[in-house]
C-alpha cells in the first residue's frame, strides 16, 4: 500500500499520517513514514522524543551526500549530474526506525515547491519514486498542499491520493485545485477525508463542497489531538476515537482500492 496525504496547511493531514503509519506497523506491517512537507512535524505526530526529533537529519541538509550521489554540489543549475542516482540504501542508512516504523524527513528545500532541475531535486524525486514504485514496505508519505514532489511514474503507482480538508472554503477549493493536478498526473484514486468535523452541519458542507470526489470517512474534531499536539506526543496512543474513526477510513479505502 502506498499511500499519499496531502491539503492545505494545518487541516491534519500529518494527524492521518501519522495514525496510518502505526495502524499498519499495528499489523506487523513494515512502513516508511515519509515527511515530505517542507513544515516538518511528522516525527513529533508519530511520538519520536524532541531530543531523537532533533537529531534526525534532513535528506535535503546532507550536502555531501547530494555530492556523492549526484556527481555536483548542491544548489548547482545547468550543469552535468546523474539523473538515475542510488538511493535504494538510503531508507536503512538514514532512516530514524521506531518499531515497524521507518522514518524518513526529505527536508526543506527548492525541490518541493519550485521543481528545479537541480541535484537535491533529483536526489528526493528519484528517492520518492523508489518508495513508491520499488519498495515492497508500506508507504504513507505526508505532502504539503499539492503534488509537487510527483512526477508521472510516481503519482500514477501511488495506490490512495487522500486530501484532507476541513470545513472551510480554501481547504475545499485547495482539494479541487489538488484533483486536477493529480488527474493531470495520472493519479487513479484521489480520497478524501473530512477532518475537524463538529456536526452533521460540517460533514454536510464538506460533502457539498467536493463534488463527485470520493469521501473517504471523517474524522470529528479532537480536543484529545490538540492535547497530545502539546505535549508532543503520539495522537495514535492519546486520542482513542480519532484512531478508531482513521480505522474506518483505512478500511473504507482498502475495500475501494481491492474491488
Do not use: W
Not at 1 to 6: D, L, R, S, W
Not at 169 to 180: L, N, Y
Amino acid at each position: 500500500m502506498k499511500i499519499a496525504v496531502t491539503g492545505k496547511g494545518g487541516v491534519g493531514k500529518t494527524t492521518l499520517s501519522s495514525v496510518l503509519s502505526h495502524l499498519y506497523a499495528a499489523e506487523g506491517r513494515r512502513v516508511i513514514a515519509v515527511d515530505a512537507d517542507p513544515d516538518a512535524n511528522l516525527a513529533s505526530a508519530l511520538g519520536v522524543s524532541r531530543e531523537d526529533a532533533a537529531r534526525i537529519r534532513p535528506i535535503s541538509d546532507m550536502g555531501e551526500l547530494i555530492e556523492e550521489r549526484m556527481g555536483t554540489k548542491p544548489g548547482s543549475m545547468g550543469g552535468v549530474f546523474k539523473l538515475n542516482p542510488k538511493v535504494d540504501d538510503l531508507p536503512e542508512e538514514l532512516g530514524f526506525k521506531m518499531g515497524g516504523i521507518t522514518l524518513l524527513i526529505m527536508g526543506k528545500s527548492k525541490a518541493a515547491s519550485s521543481g528545479c532541475y537541480c541535484p537535491e531535486n533529483i536526489l528526493l524525486r528519484r528517492l520518492l519514486r523508489h518508495l513508491v514504485v520499488e519498495r515492497d514496505e508500506v508507504v504513507i508519505v505526508d505532502m504539503e498542499a499539492g503534488v509537487e514532489h510527483l512526477t508521472r511514474g510516481t503519482a500514477d503507482s501511488v495506490d490512495a491520493f487522500v486530501v484532507v480538508v476541513e470545513p472551510g472554503q480554501r481547504s475545499i477549493q485547495t482539494a479541487g485545485v489538488v484533483k486536477e493536478m493529480a488527474k493531470g498526473l495520472g493519479v487513479k484514486n484521489v480520497f478524501v477525508v473530512a477532518n475537524k468535523v463538529r456536526g452533521k452541519e460540517d460533514l454536510d458542507f464538506i460533502k457539498s463542497g467536493i463534488g463527485g470526489m470520493d469521501l473517504a470517512g471523517h474524522i470529528s474534531f479532537s480536543n484529545s489531538v490538540m492535547e497530545s499536539d502539546i505535549r508532543g506526543a503520539a495522537p495514535f496512543g492519546h486520542a482513542p476515537q480519532t484512531v478508531e474513526e482513521i480505522k474506518l477510513i483505512k478500511t473504507a479505502i482498502e475495500k475501494i482500492l481491492n474491488a
